[in-house]
């Protein structure tokens, strides 16, 4: 049993050997048919060697591409698998690099001051109705009594009390 193992062996080893024999003579052959044919002959050769390359390389290339792109195949379990697996390395993919935010907040003390904005509006209204339009400013009732800047108090304290809220508007 153990000659046959090795004759059996020893008959690969043979062929392989043929099979080295006769691709090292045509190599040889081919390069003896360049040196004595002429340029166009040498340079029509070399094409057909480079196409026969190319079309084993599209031939693995192809073979390939169907178990690189198994969404390509007529199975729709493989496309769907093949989706799956294609958004979950979506999902996991995390940019490395830094990104700088730009800050678009407003400042600590903005929103404090458009709220007193707003309060001491209310209270200058509030004044002006408590004390008849005399006080917080008595010029209005003294030098206009009989026209429109009589009530100049409220405008004053409604004029404060739309800027804070146009300010709170603005806010971020």
């Given amino acids: 049993m153990a000659l046959e193992k ?3 062996t020893d008959d690969a080893d043979k062929s392989s050997e043929k099979v080295s024999k ?4 045509q190599n040889s052959a081919k390069s003896a048919e360049k040196d004595k ?3 166009k002959d040498s340079a029509a050769s070399e094409k057909t060697e480079k196409k026969t390359t190319a079309d084993k390389d599209s031939k693995k290339s192809s073979s390939s591409s169907k178990k690189k792109h198994p969404k390509r195949s007529g199975n729709p379990a493989k496309a769907a698998k093949a989706l799956e697996e294609e958004s979950r390395a979506a999902a996991n993919r995390v940019s490395r690099t830094p990104k700088k935010i730009k800050d678009t907040a407003s400042p600590r003390w903005y929103a404090p001051t458009m709220v ?3 309060v001491i509006g209310l209270l200058w209204v509030v004044a002006t109705y408590l004390f008849q339009g005399k006080y917080p400013l008595p ?3 003294e ?3 009989g026209d429109w800047l009589f009530n100049g108090n409220l405008y004053i304290g409604f004029l404060i009390m739309m800027s804070g809220f146009l300010g ?3 806010w971020k």
């Fill in 6 to 8: 090795k004759s059996t």
């Fill in 22 to 25: 006769k691709s090292s003579e």
């Fill in 37 to 39: 044919g002429s340029t």
């Fill in 116 to 118: 007193t904005l707003l």
């Fill in 139 to 141: 010029y209005f009732v």
């Fill in 143 to 145: 030098h206009h009594g």
């Fill in 168 to 170: 709170l508007l603005r």
